[in-house]
């Protein structure tokens, strides 16, 4: 007889047998002849059919155990038979056979291999036709150690073929016109997102592509990938964020899957992963164009903060305003030289200019003129003959000279001569015949 476990919790204290064979019904008899002696005298103890033992286990097992429990093991030699799993859980130092029945495995959404380390929920099953025990497998998820071996072998996979490598990941766009958000809908990292996106850059369109994060739904979430992929420019998509929320690196093996992995490589838009917390890693992060904390992390990393924009704006325009003031000025000043430089060459101020200069010369020749010198009171002296005569050297007494004025000339004879020494002292007077003349007069 199959007894599931259904009874809430441990007692706390211990069924005797003595109890157990009364609540079967059992007669307590006392020790006599063809009977092993008692521990003490007198003591009765209870009689069993081999049938009534096994249901006096199956009681004690009912009323002192969980009806539900967690237990962590490692797979051992799974086997379908019938359509049922039975497998052997182990820990190292024990062992017990596990069966996920039919009717429940095709419900799971992970199913055990041999070596994978397990977390089950379970219940425990008894059959007392035959003392039989073994763990009900109501529930079964990798462990943390089956999903990092998972992680391992599919970055061995990725890594060799430059899926992994820095070379390959985009630049996010600066200021995405629409972005496509997967993650679980309703959820609390989808409204995170939301809030975050209005808050730093409503601008931006957002399409939110619901997917099943939870499970063994590596699949659906490859479909929609694979469905914004094939669709961005109609949609007029330019970048992709892969979200969920946090749980346990259990809960993320999902995004360590080869499939996924590659469907995000061959995605012709930018990927942002956020996935999970800061400290977990996945296949999928580290595909993707770039790496962020947390769902809201990707969406920081995308979206520009509209408030740093403005405030960019702002002294761009200011910086613009004050280029284009020095520029004007730099202009107006060449055109005030160019101007200037025209004026200076205009016929009229060309004109101007060499009458300007003409005067100045006719003052200089004025200046200089002998005209000028006879109106000081100066005198040019000049022989008969018409030349200027500059020394006393040559003139005898007698000779006619011109004596020119400023207002007139005159005619004079020379009747003496006196010549200067070079300190300025008079020689005395020279006299000289006049052309035949024989003597002083």
């Known amino acids: 007889m199959n007894v599931p476990i259904d009874s809430h919790g441990a007692t706390g204290t211990q069924t005797g ?5 009364q609540a079967l019904g059992q007669r307590p008899i006392a020790a006599g002849r063809g009977m092993a002696p008692a521990a003490g005298a007198g003591e009765i103890l209870p009689r069993y059919s081999v049938a009534e033992l096994n249901d ?28 049922h799993l039975w497998l052997t859980l182990s820990d190292g130092e024990a062992s017990i056979t596990g069966v996920v029945w039919a009717s429940q495995l095709r419900r799971l959404s992970y199913e055990p291999e041999d070596g994978d380390g397990v977390i089950v929920v379970g219940r425990l099953n008894f059959w007392s036709a035959r003392a039989s025990l073994a763990v009900q497998i109501l529930d079964v998820r990798p462990a943390l150690s089956t999903v990092l071996r998972q992680f391992e072998r599919v970055r061995a996979i990725l890594e060799p073929e430059g899926l992994l490598a820095a070379e390959r990941k985009r630049a996010l766009p600066p200021f995405p016109r629409r972005i496509a958000l997967l993650t679980s809908a309703p959820s609390s990292a989808l409204a995170d997102m939301l809030r975050t996106a209005a808050e730093r850059w409503p601008g ?14 590596e699949t ?14 109609t949609l007029g998509l330019e970048a992709l964020v892969l979200a969920r929320g946090g749980g346990s690196r259990e809960d993320l093996g999902v995004f360590d899957g080869e499939a996924l992995a590659r469907a995000l490589a061959a995605c012709p838009i930018p990927v942002v992963c956020g996935v999970g917390h800061e ?6 992060d580290l595909v993707a164009d770039y790496r962020a904390a947390t769902p809201t992390a990707a969406i920081v990393a995308l979206l520009p903060d509209r408030n740093a924009a403005q405030q960019s704006l702002t002294q761009s325009r200011s910086l613009l305003h004050q280029l284009v003031r020095m520029r004007l000025q730099a202009l107006g000043d060449a055109l005030n030289r160019q101007r200037q430089l025209l004026q200076r060459l205009h016929p009229a101020e060309r004109l101007s200019q060499q009458q300007t200069w003409l005067q100045q010369q006719r003052q200089l020749l004025e200046a200089l003129s002998p005209q000028q010198l006879l109106r000081r009171g100066f005198a040019l002296v000049h022989d008969r003959d018409g ?6 050297d040559g003139l005898r007494r007698g000779d006619l ?3 020119a004025l400023s207002d007139g000339e005159l005619l004079a004879k020379v009747e003496g001569l006196e010549q200067l020494l070079p300190n300025g002292a008079q020689q005395g007077t020279v006299s000289s015949p006049a052309p035949g003349a024989s003597g002083p007069a």
């Open 17 to 21: 047998t003595k109890g157990v064979g």
């Open 56 to 83: 006096a286990i199956a009681n004690l097992l009912e009323r002192g155990f969980a009806p539900r429990f967690l237990l962590e093991a490692t797979v051992g030699r799974p086997q379908l038979k019938k359509g």
């Open 204 to 217: 931006t369109g957002l399409l939110v592509v619901p997917i099943p994060v939870q499970g063994a739904v």
């Open 220 to 233: 659906a979430i490859v479909a929609a990938v694979q469905g914004v992929a094939q669709h961005h420019r």
């Open 279 to 284: 400290d977990d890693t996945t296949i999928a």
């Open 387 to 392: 030349r200027l005569i500059r020394s006393v």
């Open 401 to 403: 000279l011109r004596v």
